[in-house]
């Protein structure tokens, strides 16, 4: 099981001061999987519900360059989000919904692959 940042064009200043290296898309990674042997049997997002918003910040965020600004600023945003009661709710729903249903989009990629025998 995989989950890695979603959005190639989401890539800024949190993702720095998070240290990630590279945000992927769902195809992207699904192809990564599957050129390293393993069949992709579920794939989906996490953070659908939240995701206009957060896509919307990160864009911001990105025109902003919140790192010339200090990393202070990304800390403080990210961990404000962290704890929201909005968010803990749209994630509750969203993993009951997710038992049944693949999401087309959200923060987060998400891929389960098993190696054939």
Request: charged share 25%; proline share 3%.
């Amino acid at each position: 099981m995989l989950e890695v940042p979603a959005g190639t064009h989401l890539y800024g200043a949190y993702n720095k001061e998070l240290r990630h290296f590279r945000r992927y898309d769902a195809r992207e990674l699904r192809k990564k999987l599957n050129a390293a042997g393993f069949q992709v049997v579920r794939s989906s997002h996490l953070g659908f519900l939240v995701y206009p918003g957060f896509a919307l910040v990160k864009r911001r965020s990105i025109r902003a360059d919140l790192l010339s600004q200090g990393t202070g600023i990304v800390r403080e945003q990210a961990s404000r989000s962290y704890g929201s009661l909005l968010m803990r709710a749209a994630f509750g729903v969203e993993a009951k919904l997710g038992r049944f249903v693949s999401f087309p989009c959200g923060i987060r990629c998400l891929a389960v692959g098993g190696k054939t025998v």
